[in-house]
T-cell receptor
Framework: AQSVTQLDSHVSVSEGTPVLLRCNYS??????LFWYVQHPNKGLQLLLK??????LVKGINGFEAEFKKSETSFHLTKPSAHMSDAAEYFC???????????FGQGTTLQVKP | EAQVTQNPRYLITVTGKKLTVTCSQN?????MSWYRQDPGLGLRQIYY???????DKGDVPEGYKVSRKEKRNFPLILESPSPNQTSLYFC???????????????FGNGTRLTVT
């Protein structure tokens, strides 16, 4: 069975410093992986997705993620945090057999001025 | 504008009073799904639909019903709401068909339901 674990429930950074949100997955084969962002009172928006092409995936708003099979990780990064990045972030794995999406528990990113 | 529209955004009701949360998408998507979001639990799937008249249970279907009579609409029905159904609900749609696994979901803005 596939699963996804977000290693931090809360991350706090200062504006202008790098962001790292960690995600590990468990899968018996090469998965499809996504990062979604949820701003307050909004639905989830796709940031980026990995589907077995390039291992470094670039998304919207300057975010990127690197698929590392040896470490079963798909961490989300951004070189310089902006106040508008404050939100909740979800790492998601897609089950290749059923198409079902499995969500991590979410990481709340706080950005301090 | 491509979007998924849920109504209402906020709903307060009492135990046992039937309610419906509507969901509509204008992207001609085959796949639609309902999720509930609870603190510390992420999103859990309630029901999903692969196409018109095709629905199936997700992880937490108890106490909920859905229907898919038209491609664009996928209402969520609570026949007899209980306090443990107090949650934030999201409808989502996707162009995925069959078992394609890499099409992203488009989400509505959510419905916050309180059952007293």
């Amino acid at each position: 069975a596939q699963s996804v674990t977000q290693l931090d429930s809360h991350v706090s950074v200062s504006e202008g410093t790098p962001v790292l949100l960690r995600c590990n997955y468990s899968s018996s084969y090469s998965p499809s992986l996504f990062w979604y962002v949820q701003h307050p009172n909004k639905g989830l928006q796709l940031l980026l997705k990995y589907t077995s092409a390039a291992t470094l995936v670039k998304g919207i708003n300057g975010f990127e993620a690197e698929f590392k099979k040896s470490e079963t990780s798909f961490h989300l990064t951004k070189p310089s945090a902006h106040m508008s990045d404050a939100a909740e972030y979800f790492c998601v794995v897609s089950d290749r057999d059923t198409g079902k999406l499995i969500f991590g528990q979410g990481t709340t990113l706080q950005v301090k001025p | 504008e491509a979007q998924v529209t849920q109504n209402p955004r906020y709903l307060i009701t009492v135990t046992g009073k039937k309610l419906t949360v509507t969901c509509s998408q204008n992207m001609n998507h085959e796949y639609m799904s309902w999720y509930r979001q609870d603190p510390g639990l992420g999103l859990r799937q309630i029901y999903y639909s692969m196409n018109v008249e095709v629905t199936d249970k997700g992880d937490v279907p108890e106490g909920y019903k859905v229907s898919r009579k038209e491609k664009r609409n996928f209402p969520l029905i609570l026949e007899s709401p209980s306090p443990n159904q107090t949650s934030l609900y999201f409808c989502a749609s996707s162009s995925r068909s069959g078992r394609t696994y890499n099409s992203p979901l488009h989400f509505g803005n959510g419905t916050r339901l309180t059952v007293t």
